[in-house]
């Protein structure tokens, strides 16, 4: 079965700070992708950031990057400069094609 | 494009009423998936069609909760009868396969 855990239900960071969420998940497919997905108090799901677990090359987008590492199948999250409107659920996501699988869920709450 | 559409976004019924929820996928994508998100449960996976067709169901919680997919760009989950507990946030997103799901604002449901 494919499984997608986030360990902490709660984090806290201080604006202009650097946090990482983590994220492991549990795949036999050899093929398959990885997201990261943010629900701010609108509770509208937003894409934050994808990767191909193909691609060694660990994906950025801005004030966000992940740390892949396949082997150890941990996919985290690190925001960089934390500001006020990072505030928000975080979710991992796997898809293996087949089927797509979130995992529980952070609270981030970035602090004044 | 208009991304995902829901409707309603707030439905209030009672108890034993039939609750229809509908949605509009992003014309092109050929996968559709139904969330539930409650604070209990999290997001649950009710159900996601490919291409039309159910794929995996096994998320619906019992016989009172159906979906359709009649064509490419219309689903339909319905609740009947409605109980309180079914109270929650539902979803719908759609995506291509391997690539990421795109959400709709979601539908808040209230069973009194």
């Known amino acids: 079965a494919q499984t997608v855990t986030q360990s902490q239900p709660e984090m806290s960071v201080q604006e202009a700070e650097t946090v990482t969420l983590s994220c492991t998940y549990d795949?036999?497919?050899?093929?398959?992708?990885l997201f990261w997905y943010k629900q701010p108090p609108s509770r509208q799901m937003i894409l934050v950031i994808r990767?191909?677990?193909?691609?060694?090359q660990n994906a950025t987008e801005n004030r966000f990057s992940v740390n892949f590492q396949k082997a150890a199948k941990s996919f985290s999250l690190k925001i960089s400069d934390s500001q006020l409107g990072d505030t928000a659920m975080y979710f991992c996501a796997l898809d293996y094609g087949q089927n797509f699988v979130f995992g529980p869920g952070t609270r981030l709450s970035v602090l004044p | 494009d208009a991304g995902v559409i829901q409707s309603p976004r707030h439905e209030v019924t009672e108890m034993g009423q039939e609750v229809t929820l509908r949605c509009k996928p992003i014309?092109?994508?050929?996968?559709l998936f139904w969330y539930r998100q409650t604070m209990m449960r999290g997001l649950e996976l009710l159900i996601y069609f490919n291409n039309n067709v159910p794929i995996d169901d096994s998320g619906m919680p019992e016989d009172r909760f159906s979906a359709k997919m009649p064509n490419a760009s219309f689903s339909t989950l319905k609740i009947q009868p409605s109980e309180p507990r079914d109270s929650a946030v539902y979803f719908c997103?759609?995506?291509?396969?391997?690539?990421?799901?795109?959400f709709g604002p979601g539908t808040r449901l209230t069973v009194t």
């Open positions: 990767q191909e677990a193909y691609k060694q």
């Open positions: 014309s092109g994508h050929n996968s």
């Open positions: 795949t036999s497919e050899n093929n398959y992708y």
């Open positions: 997103a759609s995506s291509l396969a391997f690539y990421e799901q795109y």
